[in-house]
């Protein structure tokens, strides 16, 4: 604040000297304009930093805000209420700095002598010449509908986007992009970058000059840009709500430590992609890009980090840069071109030319009719990406109101843009140079100047309503400075008191610490004792169960045993009779033997038979079909060879001319790139048709099959696609790199070879993996069918004797794991409700604790013997509630244990009963159904 005071006396003081003079403008006038220009700047960019303060303490406030909900704290409440004084305070400081900028603002407007009436010129239209002979090196220039004439940049590193290769350096125009690319003394001042799909990143020229076109967004760790798009007409300044005027999202921000700001280059420092949407919602916009007053087309970047933060985060000075305006005539590509740090950054003058002169036009590589920008939302989930936008939202119209409230009268600060609105509707054409742009540093002129006149006589008022406004502030300073000392010397009165209360109450929370740890150790005892104690019952439980198991298994075997004695003499009884049965009976059988036997060794050679002849028939279609699949690939495949080697030739003999035409005029690095670029073009349509064709017959291929068959071929045929096309991405670049090294004859002829190769393996795995295909699906399915056959005759055989065995045991084992299940359940919701209940009372007296100790501090200014005696009730009663909460406790717990150990013993002897009872009642049926001996046999 005490600079914004000086600057404030220095400005005021500039005005009463400019103020009496009626002069024209001498140095000492424009002088004297460029120091108040500077403390309007100076204060803007102070009143940014401290809005941004404002804004990372509102999302501070907000999180503390959903803890109190969580969890309520007085210490947390408290801490909060400063944080809100805290920012209101800034707030209002922020509010007094912007009227001091506006103040300024008035005084540089009324300060601006008259200038002489100015007849209206036709509008110039600016001459990029400079801009297409110093670019056409580095990449090629586009013709996209809606932008006009763009250049797109010859780089070849994977994720490159603009302001990447560079760092940030501190200038007079605020912070200034240092690339390290020999095209971005260009493309990262003038103009503005988009993101199209299928394209990438394009440059669209502009005349408007700036230390860096981004967007700004700091978090307490971390500071982003990304990079601004085109917008319709003339620019009148970019601000905080730049992220919903240009449709900005996560994706479009890079981000990096502030630690490592002050660095050479932040290539290998920037935030992981899947870190960008976090960090974005961390941060806020900080963004505020300006014009410049006496520099046309000139803007200042007056948002940003503040550059005292990051030197203090990074322990090392920012880098600074000087500007230096150059006029296109003097301007040397070997002296800015490729500057170094410490050389001046360039801010050329373009010139301009006349209604109706024509202009160069670059060359034109390609037109593109239909250009789609990417989304700054591209991979952000579509609830994270609506919460984003939402508040996005709400932030501009914050910002609009207090843009309204701060100039309630005034026009707005700058253009409106739709968001969301294509190239076509939205954005303006970048150099048809044909067309019109108006002059807005005269018309500027020529309103300044005819309110200078009026304002003029109003300069010395304007002074002294400075001077006493600053009387009036330090007034305000020193009634806040005695208040301040007034409430020292209260605090110093107060400070004895507070330390005996602070002593005693420390005292005393040692006592309750104690009596809570003694508490915690004997419910711990309790819990420890009581848990051994349910391991002992259990094991008793499993010991009892164990035994009645054993029992019942006793039993049953001596019903078994008891059963087996019946049956043997029952046995013996009937041998005798029985032996002449048998024997008629074994003939009988030996017959039937040897005719199912028989019977079953004819039906055993048809089913051979047949299955021999399903898999013949399976195995011719199979061949069948994989040959028609390959004849057809390898005709189409010899097509789309002959297509390509057809449409490689004309590319060629079109390469061959145009590098002719253009041996001429440029040098030999030019002509290859040129070839690389014709090469590849030629390459991508050959795979495209390639591709095509191949993608046609699969699909033929697939549709005359089966449909287990077609699915396999479906298969066969993408992996051929997709092994085939690698291969050809493969080719295609190392022919690219071939082409760079050799002529033009021996590119082409490489890429045949090349092309050839690819075809001829993608044939050969085409062909074999349909050949693997078909035997293996043909083998599959005689196995499964033999397998099938196998297993059904088994599973007959053997179903009847195990489904009695198993339906007994899984009864046994369904009984037994529901008894084990019901006592686990119960011991389980005991011990959860014991927990619980120990949980609750450990809270409720933790909270009945936290409850005395204010009430204790209320009360410790009043009465110290009366807050003694309360606490002392307090944590009676409080031990007494917890006393009789574990008694209580472990009484339930103990009824709980021991109606679980009845249930358990319960179920037990029902079980040994039900066993005992089934076996008994098997041997007394076995007793009934034996047969009676014939008396007297």
């Known amino acids: 604040m005490k600079s914004c005071f000086r600057l404030l006396s220095t400005a005021a003081a500039i005005l009463s000297l400019s103020g009496c003079d009626k002069s024209p403008p001498s140095a000492s006038t424009n002088t004297a304009d460029s ?31 959903q803890s109190l909900k969580e969890n309520e704290n007085t210490s947390l409440r408290s801490s909060l209420d400063a944080l809100k004084r805290e920012n209101e305070g800034l ?39 400079l801009f297409y002979e110093n670019l056409a090196p580095y990449g090629r220039w586009l013709e996209v509908a809606g932008y006009g004439y763009c250049w797109q940049p010859t780089v070849t590193v994977a994720g490159w986007r603009p302001y990447w290769d560079g760092c940030w350096s501190w200038s007079a125009f605020g912070w200034a992009w240092q690339s390290n690319e020999p095209f971005g003394w260009i493309t990262y001042h003038y103009g503005r970058w988009v993101e199209l799909s299928v394209y990438g990143w394009i440059w669209v020229p502009g005349r408007e000059w700036a230390p860096g076109w981004v967007a700004w967004r700091q978090s307490p760790d971390c500071v982003g840009w990304a990079p601004l798009p085109p917008e319709p007409g003339a620019c009148n300044g970019v601000y905080r709500d730049c992220d919903s005027r240009y449709s900005l999202g996560p994706t479009s921000y890079v981000f990096i430590p502030i630690t490592r700001f002050v660095s050479p280059t932040y290539v290998n420092v920037y935030a992981p992609v899947t870190q960008r949407t976090t960090i974005y919602r961390q941060s806020v916009n900080v963004t505020q890009i ?28 920012v880098p600074q840069r000087q500007v230096q305006v150059v006029h296109a005539d003097q301007f040397s590509r070997q002296q800015h071109g490729h500057p170094r740090p410490e050389s001046p950054m360039a801010m050329v003058d373009l010139p301009a030319v006349g209604p109706g002169v024509r202009v160069r036009r670059p060359e034109i590589r390609e037109h593109v009719q ?19 936008r939402e508040s996005l939202a709400n932030e501009r119209q914050d910002f609009e109101r207090r843009q309204h409230e701060r100039h309630p009268a005034g026009p707005a600060r700058h253009s409106s843009v739709t968001p969301g609105v294509g190239p076509q509707e939205n954005m303006r054409p970048a150099i048809p140079a044909e067309r019109a742009m108006t002059d807005r540093g005269t018309a500027e002129q020529a309103a300044a100047a005819a309110e200078a006149e009026r304002n003029r006589m109003q300069a010395r008022a304007v002074q002294q309503q400075a001077a006493a406004e600053q009387q009036q502030r330090m007034a305000g300073e020193q009634q806040r400075h005695a208040q301040e000392m007034h409430e020292r010397t209260q605090s110093e009165q107060r400070r004895p008191a507070e330390q005996a209360a602070s002593a005693e109450m420390e005292k005393r929370r040692a006592m309750q610490s104690a009596a809570a740890e003694q508490q915690q150790q004997a419910t711990a005892n309790q819990q420890r004792s009581m848990a051994e104690e349910r391991q002992r019952r259990e094991h008793e439980m499993r010991g009892r169960a164990d035994a009645e198991k054993q029992r019942a298994a006793d039993q049953a075997a001596a019903a078994d045993a008891e059963k087996n004695r019946t049956q043997a003499a029952a046995a013996q009884q009937q041998e005798m009779a029985a032996t002449q049965q048998r024997q008629a009976a074994e003939q009988a059988s030996a017959d039937q033997e040897k005719a199912r036997r028989s019977a079953e060794s004819a039906a055993m050679q048809q089913q051979q038979e047949a299955n021999r002849r399903s898999l013949e028939m399976a195995q011719r279609q199979s061949e069948e079909q994989a040959r ?16 390509a080697q057809e449409m490689a030739q004309r590319q060629a003999d079109e390469q061959a001319r145009r590098a002719a035409e253009e041996q001429a005029r440029r040098a030999a690095e030019d002509q290859m790139k040129a070839q690389q670029e014709t090469a590849q073009r030629a390459q991508e349509m050959a795979q495209r048709q390639a591709e095509e064709q ?45 082409q760079a090294r050799r002529a033009a004859e021996e590119q082409m002829k490489a890429q045949q070879e090349a092309a050839q190769r690819a075809q001829e393996m993608a044939q050969r795995q085409a062909e074999e993996q349909a050949r693997r295909a ?117 009484k339930a717990q103990q009824e709980a244990a ?14 040994a009963r039900r066993g005992a009872e089934e076996a008994a009642r098997r041997a007394a049926e076995a007793a009934r159904n034996q047969p009676q001996p014939a008396p007297g046999s």
């Open 35 to 65: 120091q108040l220009a500077e403390a309007r700047d100076a204060l803007q960019r102070q009143a940014l930093e401290i809005e941004t303060k404002t804004a990372l303490m509102d999302k501070q406030l907000a999180e503390m805000q």
């Open 91 to 129: 707030r209002e400081q922020a509010e007094d700095v912007r009227r001091q900028s506006d103040a300024v603002s008035r005084r540089i407007a009324a300060a601006v002598p008259p200038a002489p009436s100015v007849v209206q010129q036709p509008a110039a239209v600016p001459d990029y010449t």
């Open 290 to 317: 300006v014009p410049r007053s006496g520099h046309h087309h000139a803007f200042v970047q007056q948002g940003g980090p503040p550059r005292a933060q990051m030197e203090r985060a990074c322990a090392h000075e």
């Open 370 to 388: 239909r250009p789609v920008p990417v989304s700054g939302f591209a991979g952000v989930p579509q609830r994270t990406a609506s919460e984003i």
């Open 628 to 643: 028609r699949g390959a004849e057809d690939q390898m005709k189409a495949q010899q097509e789309a060879a002959q297509r």
């Open 694 to 738: 191949a993608r046609r017959a699969a699909e033929e291929q697939a549709r005359r099959g089966a449909e287990d068959q077609m699915k396999a071929q479906q298969e066969a045929a993408q992996r051929a696609q997709e092994m085939a096309q690698r291969q050809a991405d493969e080719q295609a670049r190392r022919a690219a790199e071939e």
């Open 774 to 890: 078909a035997e293996e699906q043909a083998r599959r399915a005689v196995e499964d069918q033999m397998k099938a056959q196998q297993e059904a005759a088994q599973r007959a055989q053997e179903m009847a004797q195990r489904q009695t065995e198993e339906q007994a045991r899984r009864a046994a084992e369904e009984q037994m794991k529901a008894q084990q299940e019901a006592a686990q359940r119960a011991q389980e919701m005991a011990q959860r409700q014991a927990e619980e209940q120990a949980r609750r009372a450990a809270e409720e007296q933790m909270r009945a604790q936290r409850e005395a100790e204010r009430q204790a501090q209320e009360m410790a200014r009043r009465q110290a013997e009366e807050q003694m005696r309360a606490q002392q009730e307090a944590a009676q009663r409080a031990q007494e509630m917890a006393r009789r909460q574990m008694e209580e406790q472990m």
């Open 898 to 911: 021991q109606q679980a150990m009845e249930t358990a013993r319960r179920q037990a002897e029902e079980q």
